[in-house]
């Protein structure tokens, strides 16, 4: 078997899958478990274009590198018969239908967003949003961390820090995946903590401080983001709070809960609420340079290593480190919340909003989508709104 993806002649075209990703860009609402999931039933289950083993190939890959898992899973399977051309597409796209409706967002946002009825909407979404990233949170640590003790403690390292310091320090990220090879790699223990020792100058940090100067600045700061992303989506929550709200300055804590909750109204990947942020801080230029520089990590990282993969891909050390480096991102979610939780829940009533949000998820017999729970809390923001 060869190192590169599937040479036999796709029995579809180019154009079919694009409008299939465009399709999913539009109408895929859940999170990334779900669109990962609607893509095994629509590519794999019922039209048969990609194989059982080249879904799998690509679902290990978006599991072992940086980015949005469901953005990276699409990039890969534009590249199994189409290459760079079909992987460049489909991404774009995947993407693009979400990123003008952030826009649009954006600009009712700023256009409306001093009215009171608009206020008394986030109101309630604010609170809700808590009770979702809690759940997430959960259900992310019970599927990935399992029995390990190992794992738990760099999670609750992670959770702490992040908490205390309001940031995500995401020089842990690379230190704990390293911890956990070494652990799992008796004859480099010894060796690890050097490792570990060497890669805390070259750590990326979240800390900035004054307000945006350049695009370029937008640029590098996004680029930062999608490099540490892993898995979930809302990986990038504590990163880009670090940054956009405690760093740099450029939105209010209101301002970002409002962002990750306009991520979660809106189909396809949730890091698209880079590009919500990007159009607050800098317009429409700025909306467009943030989710490039978000989106890029994740493509590069998926189409240079895509011809190697079936022969490196799972190696023990590979799944060793991203044990570790999933663990920490989180535990980072999970401080997150306890964060965002500060500003968001200021009264019983946000308090009841949130904790309805995640008594919902966690008892409802069929799950129920996020945007539905948003929407619900929006109305719950104006009726107390209209009752005040």
Same mark, same amino acid.
């Given at each position: 078997?060869?190192?590169?993806?599937?040479?036999?002649?796709? $029995? *579809? @075209? =180019?154009?079919?899958?694009?409008?299939?990703?465009?399709? !999913?860009?539009? %109408?895929? &609402?859940?999170?990334?478990? +779900?669109?990962?999931?609607?893509?095994?039933?629509?590519?794999?289950?019922?039209?048969?274009?990609?194989?059982?083993?080249?879904?799998?190939?690509?679902?290990?890959?978006?599991?072992?590198?940086?980015?949005?898992?469901?953005?990276?899973?699409?990039?890969?399977?534009?590249?199994?018969?189409?290459?760079?051309?079909?992987?460049?597409?489909?991404?774009?796209?995947?993407?693009?239908?979400?990123?003008?409706?952030?826009?649009?967002?954006?600009?009712?946002?700023?256009?409306?967003?001093?009215?009171?009825?608009?206020?008394?909407?986030?109101?309630?979404?604010?609170?809700?949003?808590?009770?979702?990233?809690?759940?997430? $949170? *959960? @259900? =992310?640590?019970?599927?990935?961390?399992?029995?390990?003790? !190992?794992?738990? %403690?760099? &999670?609750?390292?992670?959770? +702490?820090?992040?908490?205390?310091?309001?940031?995500?320090?995401?020089?842990?990220?690379?230190?704990?995946?390293?911890?956990?090879?070494?652990?799992?790699?008796?004859?480099?223990?010894?060796?690890?903590?050097?490792?570990?020792?060497?890669?805390?100058?070259?750590?990326?940090?979240?800390?900035?401080?004054?307000?945006?100067?350049?695009?370029?600045?937008?640029?590098?700061?996004?680029?930062?983001?999608?490099?540490?992303?892993?898995?979930?989506?809302?990986?990038?929550?504590?990163?880009?709070?670090?940054?956009?709200?405690?760093?740099?300055?450029?939105?209010?804590?209101?301002?970002?809960?409002?962002?990750?909750?306009? $991520?979660?109204?809106?189909?396809?990947?949730?890091?698209?609420?880079?590009?919500?942020?990007?159009?607050?801080?800098?317009?429409?230029?700025?909306?467009?340079?943030?989710?490039?520089?978000?989106?890029?990590?994740?493509?590069?990282?998926?189409?240079?290593?895509?011809?190697?993969?079936?022969?490196?891909?799972?190696?023990?050390?590979?799944?060793?480190?991203?044990?570790?480096?999933?663990?920490?991102?989180?535990?980072?979610?999970?401080?997150?919340?306890?964060?965002?939780?500060?500003?968001?829940?200021?009264?019983?009533?946000?308090?009841?909003?949130?904790?309805?949000?995640?008594?919902?998820?966690?008892?409802?017999?069929?799950?129920?989508?996020?945007?539905?729970?948003?929407?619900?809390?929006?109305?719950?923001?104006?009726?107390?709104?209209?009752?005040?």
């Amino acid at each position: 078997m060869t190192g590169t993806p599937s040479p036999s002649i796709p $029995a *579809y @075209r =180019l154009s079919q899958l694009v409008r299939y990703f465009l399709y !999913l860009g539009v %109408a895929g &609402f859940g999170g990334p478990v +779900a669109l990962v999931e609607y893509m095994h039933r629509d590519l794999v289950a019922r039209r048969g274009w990609i194989s059982e083993e080249e879904y799998r190939e690509g679902l290990a890959l978006a599991n072992i590198s940086p980015g949005p898992l469901a953005a990276q899973l699409c990039t890969y399977l534009g590249f199994v018969h189409y290459r760079y051309l079909g992987a460049s597409l489909t991404t774009l796209a995947f993407v693009l239908p979400s990123f003008v409706m952030v826009v649009a967002i954006g600009w009712a946002y700023l256009r409306f967003g001093g009215l009171p009825w608009m206020q008394a909407v986030f109101y309630g979404v604010g609170a809700a949003i808590i009770g979702i990233i809690a759940w997430s $949170a *959960y @259900r =992310l640590t019970r599927k990935t961390v399992h029995g390990d003790l !190992l794992l738990w %403690a760099i &999670f609750a390292v992670s959770m +702490a820090i992040t908490a205390i310091t309001e940031t995500e320090r995401v020089e842990l990220f690379p230190i704990a995946g390293l911890v956990v090879w070494a652990a799992r790699s008796p004859r480099f223990r010894a060796r690890s903590g050097t490792a570990a020792g060497l890669l805390l100058p070259l750590s990326l940090t979240t800390q900035a401080t004054g307000s945006p100067q350049s695009l370029a600045e937008v640029f590098w700061f996004f680029f930062r983001a999608g490099a540490f992303v892993f898995g979930s989506g809302l990986a990038i929550v504590p990163f880009l709070y670090g940054g956009v709200v405690v760093g740099f300055g450029w939105l209010n804590d209101q301002q970002f809960l409002d962002a990750v909750a306009v $991520a979660m109204i809106t189909p396809g990947p949730v890091v698209i609420t880079t590009g919500f942020i990007g159009y607050l801080v800098a317009g429409l230029p700025g909306a467009i340079v943030a989710a490039v520089a978000t989106f890029l990590p994740a493509y590069i990282l998926t189409v240079i290593p895509a011809p190697y993969f079936r022969k490196f891909g799972r190696r023990p050390a590979i799944a060793a480190i991203v044990d570790g480096v999933t663990a920490a991102a989180i535990g980072a979610i999970a401080g997150a919340v306890i964060v965002l939780g500060r500003r968001a829940i200021i009264d019983i009533s946000t308090a009841l909003i949130a904790l309805a949000a995640l008594l919902v998820l966690w008892k409802s017999p069929r799950r129920i989508p996020e945007p539905v729970i948003v929407a619900a809390a929006a109305l719950a923001g104006l009726l107390l709104f209209t009752l005040k």
